[in-house]
């Protein structure tokens, strides 16, 4: 009881610390513990729609578009994402709007009592280990059934099949793109990360996958579970003309579509998802809601001069190197780069490697941070000890016409945020 007790005292301060300390050791691959904790928490099924977004790259951004579109179309909408870049409040979103701190606190309180179990007989207790993701998810999970709106858009952490997400009974499912990221945990090919990824299909529930070139894996396990799939170039098409874009198919023929801030790409697969759902949704609903779609971090421009990306993998780094074209201006184009040690540095780094003018290497800290020093075996340039440091040297070298782009990670792009912050109230 006296657990219990404090849990329901901690503020938000107090409780973010708990939640870090859950390590990588509790890991442990499959649902079970997640299926008991949401079925003891009442959360295995949501009053809302719920639609599950997977993939490799777009994954944020499809649930900004669909949030965007949903809500232009006067639908309340609910939002899980991952990861947070500034504040941990940021990983839910009820109708564009982060919960409180104290409701935050009231669904960790809800978790930690159900993962503390008391034995009636002997009084004594049991806990449930849960890893952070987990935590959260299950909190998330709490704070849209006390809210219910209409639709929750659930993220995908890590793969689909497995992760924690995937133990709330879904409406509909998306999957954006399929490539190598990940591979410890979802499998070193293009079919074993599909068949991860199409773990999160329902049985007669609609899915979409906006991939141009799904692997077989993801289209036989549609198959096997009778999931009705629908891909882009199959079932329907999208193309840009100019300032605008079009779609066709599932119903729709839409032109002179806004592009968005977003990539257009994981628009059509926001628009390919609206079509398959209960929600008719007007012509100018999503035109409304492409032309407002924003994401933090996702080719943010965040003063004259620095723009940053969350580029990560080397398929986000190629699309990223093919947007450079609209922030360059007529001076330098500098680099501001710090990645995790776990991911594919060498590809990621090479799609930027002639565009980039000049380049400053970040460490980042943490037991996953990539070092400087690890970062120019494939790229050379000014190495730091932290993205402050390297932002401070690319903004103290910059010239008035020379552009910076910062990019690489999530953390990346939070030390860089936080950096912008720290200025402004100085």
Same mark, same amino acid.
């Given at each position: ?195 991860? =990824? ?5 049985? #007669?529930?609609? /899915?979409?996958?906006? !991939? *141009?070139?799904?692997? %077989? @894996? $993801? ?123 776990? =991911? ?5 780094? #090479?799609?930027? /490697?002639?565009?980039? !003018? *000049?380049?400053?290497? %970040? @460490? $980042? ?62």
């Amino acid at each position: 009881m006296s657990r219990i007790i404090d849990a329901q005292s901690r503020d938000l301060a107090a409780w973010l610390p708990i939640l870090e300390g859950l390590n990588m050791a509790h890991i442990e691959l499959g649902l079970t513990r997640m299926t008991v904790l949401a079925e003891r928490l009442g959360l295995l099924s949501l009053p809302s729609y719920v639609i599950t977004v997977g993939g490799t790259n777009g994954k944020g951004t499809t649930c900004a578009l669909l949030e965007s579109m949903l809500r232009a179309g006067g639908l309340s909408v609910g939002v899980y994402s991952s990861p947070h870049l500034v504040d941990y409040r940021e990983r839910v979103r009820i109708n564009g709007v982060s919960p409180a701190a104290a409701d935050f606190c009231a669904a960790f309180a809800a978790v930690e009592a159900a993962r503390f179990e008391t034995n009636s007989a002997d009084g004594q207790g049991s806990e449930t280990a849960l890893t952070y993701f987990e935590f959260t998810t299950l909190a998330a999970l709490w704070l849209f059934r006390a809210a219910a709106p209409e639709v929750v858009l659930l993220e995908v952490g890590l793969g689909g099949r497995l992760d924690a997400t995937n133990v709330v009974a879904s409406d509909q499912t998306v999957v954006t793109s399929i490539s190598l990221d990940h591979t410890d945990w979802l499998g070193d090919t293009r079919d074993s990360v599909g068949f991860e =990824k199409a773990g999160i299909f329902r049985s #007669a529930k609609p /899915a979409v996958c906006g !991939d *141009a070139n799904p692997p %077989a @894996s $993801l289209l036989a396990h549609a198959a096997n579970i009778k999931t009705p799939l629908y891909c882009t170039g199959r079932d329907y098409v999208w193309s840009v003309a100019g300032d605008s874009w079009s779609f066709q198919g599932l119903g729709l023929a839409l032109d002179g579509l806004p592009t968005p801030a977003l990539p257009v790409m994981n628009a059509a697969t926001a628009v390919a998802a609206l079509a398959l759902s209960p929600f008719m949704l007007s012509e100018q609903a999503i035109h409304t809601g492409l032309r407002q779609a924003q994401l933090t971090g996702r080719l943010q421009q965040l003063s004259s001069k620095l723009w940053v990306d969350v580029a990560h993998n080397p398929e986000s780094a190629e699309y990223l190197a093919s947007q450079l074209h609209r922030i360059r201006g007529n001076g330098r184009l500098l680099g501001v780069v710090g990645m995790l040690k776990d =991911k594919d540095i060498e590809h990621s780094l #090479a799609p930027l /490697a002639g565009q980039l !003018d *000049a380049w400053y290497l %970040a @460490s $980042l800290g943490g037991p996953r941070g990539a070092s400087a020093s690890e970062l120019a075996r494939w790229q050379s340039g000014a190495c730091f000890d932290s993205v402050a440091e390297a932002l401070a040297a690319a903004e103290a070298d910059a010239d008035e016409q020379d552009v910076i782009i910062a990019f690489g990670s999530f953390f990346t792009v939070a030390d860089v945020l936080a950096s912008q912050i720290a200025q402004a109230t100085s």
